[in-house]
């Protein structure tokens, strides 16, 4: 069964295999990269080393999946470069370390786990079956060849095998379950009231000399950041114009080199078959085989063969259907019985890794070749001409592009003159960066370097996109100054009319309080000064309909003496003030509380997850860890938004 796994597999399902084990990594396994003297090495985890080209895969795997996450709400800026850069690694470097751990440790993912792992997967299941044929197609897309998918999923088992028998051995004993239960369903009774700053403003006046004295106070904090406006030209593979459609010959010499690979057609044929398992017995399994094959050409019906007698359950109840077969996607036994089978034939048994297969070739595709002459095979031809000679021209052109950057570093103007491009100025911006171009790492670096704001040169051809580069200059700079009062007579003025409501709604709590404390009924003290008023009664810490800030401040006061109050004040998100009259604390009866109440549970998650850390940490501590290129692991080029 397992080798129908390995036969049909062709790439990694992703949200299956991160749904599936419960480890949180999701890289690419380390091993299925080679390396060379052009991929420089990185990092080194013991014995591993991680390659350049690895790092940029996890780089681009993990951006592109913040893009689908967040859809149109991502945003390239939003991403700090360098502490994205080093989770990465960080991440890579310790699946590295706990996959040599567990290698040393001993964990391995038997066949028979692996197969049940997938075949356990409902993404591959029909009619609550693990179905071969629904497995090779869903997988089929992905792009991955058998054996690297295989390798990598016995990994992953192997490191949920090292999690789990760390996390599954913690436990939680009852007086941590307790306390958790107590403060999760404790209950406070509470009132209060809010006094909204906004209230106070139109009262509140600020006259010029304490905008003054605030200005002098905090001069260094009104300080204007240096900023820059950059001149650029702009080279886009897209933006070139396409080339004119070519001759026939031409035409055909290109038909000639792609024929094999885009005109033709795979030969297929829709394949059936019969797996008789070795067992204990290799012989005897293949002289059932054969006899199975002997019955199926005198005549028996090979699908109800297939359903009696194939140890391969998963196609056994379609009759051993496997569908429509092309060279690659069994292994080459199999495939080498299949494609020398002509329609309705069948095979003698071939032998694979797991068993004897019996194969009847159902249908046979042949290979076809679409004509040159074809009107949709020129269509295509011409397209795929005019994208090659756009290609080629971009190149030429990049290479032009930097030449004459670097022969006329102080100017844009023979650059765009030379190449038709057309000199663009950037808006404003900060070493923060701006809008455009200027949002992105490379061209915040270039505007800000030596060579650009220093030397006041043209930088080099900095990639922007796919096929898209620019080269930037120093248009305009102004470096940090000192702002004026006059700049910051507003913002200082509204700053101290918040300020001083705020004071005014403390002042006002302050006295509600004394009034409270001396008698008078806090509902009635909060009306004289004009609050909004609340009684909500016992709440949880998990309560929505109360402010978020009022619950945090309720459940840190003092519990209350009988028939007192304890007091507090909350800082609102939206500048209000909150007074908080805390009159009951109301702990729950843990006799209550069952064995599987989830704060059982939580405690003991938590209680897990530290033990599997602190595990992680030890392993670290035994593996040694050496980045070598900290701040060299960026991709060439940021993936677009």
Do not use: C
């Amino acid at each position: 069964m397992l080798q129908q796994i390995r036969d049909r597999t062709s790439g990694l399902v992703a949200g299956f295999i991160v749904a599936l084990i419960a480890i949180p990594f999701a890289f690419f396994g380390l091993e299925q990269f080679g390396g060379g003297g052009g991929d420089p090495v990185v990092a080194k985890v013991g014995s591993q080393k991680i390659r350049e080209s690895q790092f940029r895969l996890a780089y681009d795997q993990r951006y592109r999946q913040m893009q689908q996450l967040m859809g149109e709400n991502f945003r390239a800026d939003m991403i700090d470069r360098a502490l994205f850069r080093q989770a990465v690694l960080r991440d890579m470097t310790q699946e590295a370390m706990l996959k040599q751990h567990s290698a040393e440790a001993g964990y391995h993912a038997s066949d028979a786990l692996l197969f049940k792992t997938i075949s356990s997967a409902p993404v591959f299941q029909q009619d609550g079956k693990f179905n071969t044929t629904a497995y090779m197609n869903f997988l089929a897309n992905q792009g991955e060849s058998p054996k690297s998918f295989e390798a990598r999923l016995r990994e992953s088992i192997a490191l949920d095998q090292l999690r789990a028998s760390v996390v599954e051995s913690s436990f939680v004993v009852p007086v941590q379950a307790e306390q958790a239960y107590k403060l999760a369903n404790q209950e406070r009774v509470l009132s209060y009231a809010v006094f909204d700053a906004a209230r106070y403003l139109p009262e509140i006046t600020v006259s010029d000399e304490e905008i003054a004295a605030r200005y002098e106070r905090d001069k260094s904090q009104y300080m204007a950041p240096e900023r820059i406006r950059l001149a650029y030209v702009q080279l886009a593979q897209d933006d070139l114009p396409k080339a004119e459609a070519p001759a026939a010959d031409v035409l055909k010499v290109l038909y000639d080199a792609e024929k094999a690979s885009r005109f033709t057609t795979q030969e297929e044929r829709k394949a059936r078959h019969i797996l008789v398992s070795f067992g204990a017995d290799k012989d005897a399994a293949k002289a059932k085989a054969e006899d199975l094959a002997k019955r199926a050409r005198a005549g028996e019906d090979f699908s109800e063969l297939a359903r009696n007698s194939s140890d391969d359950s998963g196609s056994a109840a379609q009759g051993g259907d496997l569908g429509w077969v092309k060279r690659g996607q069994m292994v080459e036994k199999f495939e080498d019985a299949l494609f020398a089978l002509d329609a309705a034939e069948i095979s003698e048994p071939a032998e694979t890794e797991f068993g004897w297969h019996v194969i009847r070739a159902d249908e046979v595709k042949p290979s076809v070749t679409r004509p040159f002459e074809d009107a949709a095979v020129r269509s295509e031809l011409i397209d795929l001409y005019q994208a090659r000679e756009r290609q080629r021209s971009y190149q030429e052109t990049l290479e032009k592009l930097e030449q004459l950057a670097f022969e006329n570093p102080t100017a844009l103007e023979p650059v765009a003159r030379d190449l038709g491009l057309k000199v663009q100025t950037t808006e404003w911006f900060t070493r923060a960066g701006g809008a455009g171009i200027a949002a992105m790492d490379a061209v915040k670096t270039a505007a800000f370097s030596q060579e650009v704001l220093t030397d006041g040169e043209n930088s080099k051809p900095l990639s922007v996109g796919d096929n898209k580069v620019v080269v930037v200059r120093k248009a305009e700079y102004e470096a940090p100054r000192q702002r004026s009062q006059a700049e910051v007579a507003e913002t200082i003025r509204e700053a101290l009319r918040q300020e001083q409501a705020k004071a005014r709604a403390q002042a006002d709590i302050a006295e509600v309080i004394a009034a409270a404390k001396a008698g008078t009924p806090l509902e009635e003290a909060v009306a004289n000064k004009n609050g909004d008023w609340h009684a909500p009664g016992a709440i949880r810490r998990d309560n929505s309909s109360v402010d978020r800030a009022v619950i945090e401040v309720a459940f840190k006061l003092p519990r209350p003496a009988t028939d007192a109050v304890s007091y507090g004040t909350a800082q609102l998100d939206n500048g209000g003030v909150a007074v908080i009259a805390l009159s009951a604390v109301q702990s729950p009866d843990v006799a209550e509380m069952s064995s599987a109440d989830p704060e059982r549970q939580r405690v003991a998650a938590m209680i897990a997850g530290g033990e599997f850390q602190a595990y992680r940490t030890i392993v670290a501590d035994e593996i040694e860890v050496e980045i070598l290129q900290p701040d060299e692991t960026a991709p060439a080029a940021d993936l677009e938004p």
